[in-house]
């Protein structure tokens, strides 16, 4: 599977962003799919996570309420809508992608595919 993450820019605080993981590969639908994010000097942190069929969620506590992940596994997408940004959020965000049918992980090294980043700025 090949990822492709967009729409990340720069945006006021209390923004709205919408981000894109565009997956390749007619398995797509057999993949959990996770949204982390990395701050210039920070450790790479989970931002949300979605499981194969969309059916079950979850988000770190810093993004709960603000942010939204779903897929279109007809399309290959997975989105990740971002409301009410912080300069707090302002990270390359990654979307990575792991095989399997069962429960999705906040863990980044459970995951097997990484897109190339895409960079959220939000200025106060």
């Known amino acids: 599977v090949q990822l492709q993450a967009s729409g990340g820019g720069l945006v006021q605080a209390g923004g709205s962003l919408r981000l894109s993981c565009a997956a390749s590969?007619?398995?797509?639908?057999?993949?959990?799919v996770g949204w982390f994010r990395q701050a210039p000097g920070k450790e790479r942190d989970f931002v949300a996570h979605?499981?194969?069929?969309?059916?079950?969620?979850a988000y770190a506590d810093s993004v709960k309420g603000r942010f939204t992940i779903s897929r279109t596994n007809a399309e290959n997408t997975v989105s990740l809508q971002m409301n009410s940004l912080k300069p707090d959020d302002t990270a390359v965000y990654y979307c990575?992608?792991?095989?399997?049918?069962?429960?999705?992980?906040?863990?980044?090294?459970?995951?097997?595919?990484w897109g190339q980043g895409t960079q959220v700025t939000v200025s106060s």
């Open positions: 979605v499981n194969w069929s969309g059916g079950s969620t």
């Open positions: 590969g007619r398995t797509f639908s057999r993949y959990a």
């Open positions: 990575a992608a792991r095989y399997g049918l069962g429960p999705p992980t906040s863990r980044d090294y459970e995951y097997d595919y």
